[in-house]
């Protein structure tokens, strides 16, 4: 059972007296709570700053009940409407391995092109920037080698598939896009890295065919999950963020 629903509060009455001196009391009250630093789980700003895109894993399985313990509390995550639109498609086992060759060969074919949205001008820098970061920093090989291995899931054990209805368009993926960020959060809490991958979702064809999408769903986007190999180069680069001061706005008069 969880800490939070095991314990119960007790409000202390008038004719309760508590021998307890001030210094024990002040003691008591320094002990690790639920979620804080010295228990078992994560402060809510270390799982942020702690989860990055992991591009290279161990091949170690995630146990179900892990997953099925993410993706639980993600489904807490914020959605307009209470509409609750994520449809997610875990893939594992021969599934997965088969995906993974369908995608790489796809991509391996010089006569296709994946279905991936042109990203405007103003943000290739930042692409750019990564690129020479993984590529060069990090994978210290050939671009083109270290494309494909996005197809396979950087060697991930599980390849998730994100969608939400083909009926909803939007502001609808926004939900959704709570949701992932929450399911993210809690599997790095969990030990469990991840990367969000756009790439895959570029064959869609592939992507249906395989995992068995129906084309009442819009596939937005893949994941890989899976434990880290912390010795890999790729896994140790620091990728920069832009700050507040760039990317928002104070309005008060």
Known sequence: MDMDASVTLQTPTHERTDSRSEAEAESNSQQPLPGRRGSQHMLLDEAIITRHSTRLYLPKPVPRSLLERALALAAHAPSNTNSQAWRLFMVTGSALERLKSGLVSAASEEQRVA?????????????SALGRQVYGEGWKIPREDAVLRNYDFFGAPVGV?????????????????????TFLLALTERGVGSCVEISVTGYPDVVRREVGIPDSLSILVGVAVGYEDAEAGVNRIKIDRDGVDKTTVWVDR
């Not at 279905?115 to 692409?127: A, C, G």
């Open 115 to 127: 279905q991936t949205p042109v990203l405007p001008e103003e943000f290739k820098q930042h692409r």
């Open 161 to 181: 598939i994100v969608c939400m209805s083909a009926e909803l368009v939007g502001q609808a993926a926004f939900s959704v896009g709570m949701y992932l960020q």
